[in-house]
């Protein structure tokens, strides 16, 4: 079983469409990470979240750690076909840190 | 511009072969990874170093071993290579302090095969 759990594993929306995808644990983390790999790449960071409750905007991203540390979600407002990938989170423990399986985005034009 | 770069983008092996992947970064980075990453099961950490000639087991080690004799080289060695090898190969690399909240950056990713 994965330490980390992404729901949905796929989602395939239109362009211009609202989502939101997410990253749940029985564990607290110190931290938790949001990647996104495109194919062909490694993961590329989008954002790093520490404190229970906090959002963080980053232009149509919104993300949110949960306020017992234990989850996390990634909302994309008015999504564009660039925003296709795999969305990756990663929690970190200390010195650990672990990923999720990712969930697969594809936006059609 | 920050850059960690893979021997090899794609590698064909037989059953047995050992086999080499090299790692290299430019940042002067501390902390270097090895991941596999298999559809469904995300990310998975084989080894990490966090100096030279340093090296710690992650959460699947077996049949793997690593290198790094040089700050900006980690090698992943796979002593015997097996089918169930094959998987995507991602290095990563990430400063020092507090390092689990630090930014990891990641390589292009070596597809290997194991025939």
């Known amino acids: 079983t994965q330490l980390l759990e992404q729901s949905p594993q796929f989602l395939s929306i239109q362009e211009g469409e609202n989502l939101t995808v997410y990253c749940n644990s029985s564990?607290?983390?110190?931290?938790l990470q949001w990647y996104r790999q495109e194919p062909g790449e490694g993961p590329v960071l989008l954002v790093t979240?520490?404190?229970?409750?906090e959002v963080k905007k980053l232009k149509r991203l919104t993300f949110q750690f949960g306020d017992a540390r234990k989850d996390s979600s990634l909302h994309i407002t008015a999504a564009q076909p660039g925003d296709t990938g795999l969305y990756l989170c990663a929690g970190g423990r200390g010195g650990d840190m672990r990923f999720g399986a990712g969930t697969r985005l594809t936006v059609k034009p | 511009d920050v850059k960690v770069t893979q021997s090899s983008r794609y590698l064909v092996k037989r059953t047995g072969e050992k086999v080499f992947l090299e790692c290299v970064q430019d940042?002067?980075?501390?902390?270097m990874f090895w991941y596999r990453q298999d559809p469904g099961l995300g990310l998975r950490l084989i080894y990490f170093s966090y100096d030279v000639k340093m090296k710690e087991k992650g959460d699947i080690p077996e049949g793997y071993s690593v290198s790094r004799e040089k700050k900006e080289r980690f090698s992943l060695i796979l002593e015997s290579a097996s089918t169930n090898q094959t998987s995507m190969y991602l290095c990563?690399?990430?400063?020092?302090?507090?390092?689990?909240?630090?930014?990891?950056?990641f390589g292009p990713g070596t597809r290997l095969t194991v025939l």
């Open positions: 940042m002067d980075h501390e902390n």
């Open positions: 979240v520490v404190t229970g409750g």
């Open positions: 990563a690399s990430s400063g020092l302090a507090g390092w689990s909240y630090n930014e990891q950056f």
């Open positions: 564990s607290v983390f110190s931290s």
